[in-house]
């Protein structure tokens, strides 16, 4: 069971197809200090693999991912 | 801490493997057709928020792409003019390579693109431009096709450069492409 995570930002990419997403993460993770979480929502299958590579390339990390609604959630920590 | 720490060393730690090379990729954008020009941007667009410094070197028939119908330049010749009149005049107007059925096809993919709220070649293009993605235009290829630089889109980073330039900037990139 996911334990409930508190986000400081919420970022909105359902619809987007790829790359928007991994564009818009990598935008948006920058907006938050280091050590605060963004939950990135989308509706883009492809990000379940998108969004590991990504935080793995760039050294951030992805905290949990909720797949229980149907939308992808992505908690993704700010490290650097 | 532990695994963050290995995580954020990897790049550090590929490039003491490879002396000289740095976290960039850069790719030749060769075709004009639409179906390669848009794999090509949404490589270049991906890269930029992996944190690479994306390159674009368009040359031969990729050039056309970056034509900007709402110009023309006056002084061509008639094989200049003719060329223009026979490529695509920018990024609406390339086509697919396969399935293009007389624009039949190209119209349709679009169609499904909008539905499924894909990006268009040219929206991908501004977004590049926002990210920072460079872009060389061969000058060779230009010249062949009689295109000038006048005629080009307005594009934050665009220079007019040769085979030299792609490579320096190829042997230190990470990844290169051809496409």
């Not at chain 2, 970056?66 to 107007?93: E, H, Q, T, W």
């Amino acid at each position: 069971m996911p334990v409930e995570l508190k986000a400081d930002k919420v970022v909105d990419l359902k619809g987007l197809p790829c790359p928007m997403p991994v564009v818009r993460i990598s935008q948006e993770i920058m907006t938050v200090d280091v050590g605060q979480v963004v939950e990135a929502i989308t509706t883009d299958p492809g990000s379940l693999a998108d969004f590991p590579a990504w935080a793995t390339s760039t050294g951030q990390e992805i905290l949990q991912t909720d797949q229980a609604t149907g939308e992808i959630r992505f908690y993704v920590k700010r490290l650097k | 801490m532990g695994t963050e720490q290995a995580v954020m060393d990897q790049p550090k730690q590929a490039e003491a493997m490879l002396p000289g090379v740095e976290n960039k990729i850069s790719i030749v954008v060769f075709s004009g057709d639409l179906d390669k020009l848009l794999a090509s941007l949404i490589i270049a667009t991906g890269a930029v928020a992996m944190g690479m410094k994306v390159s674009l070197f368009f040359t031969f028939w990729g050039t056309a792409a970056l034509r900007d119908a709402r110009k023309s330049v006056k002084g061509k010749n008639l094989i200049s003019r003719m060329f223009g009149f026979m490529l695509p005049n920018g990024a609406r107007k390339v086509k697919l390579s396969k399935m293009n059925m007389g624009g039949m096809g190209t119209a349709m993919m679009k169609m499904l693109m909008k539905k499924k709220n894909v990006a268009s070649l040219e929206e991908m293009l501004t977004l590049a431009g926002q990210l920072g993605v460079e872009i060389c235009i061969c000058e060779m290829s230009m010249s062949l096709m009689g295109f000038k630089r006048e005629e080009m889109i307005d594009y934050p980073h665009m220079s007019v450069c040769g085979v030299a330039s792609f490579l320096a900037e190829a042997k230190t990139s990470r990844v290169q492409l051809f496409i």
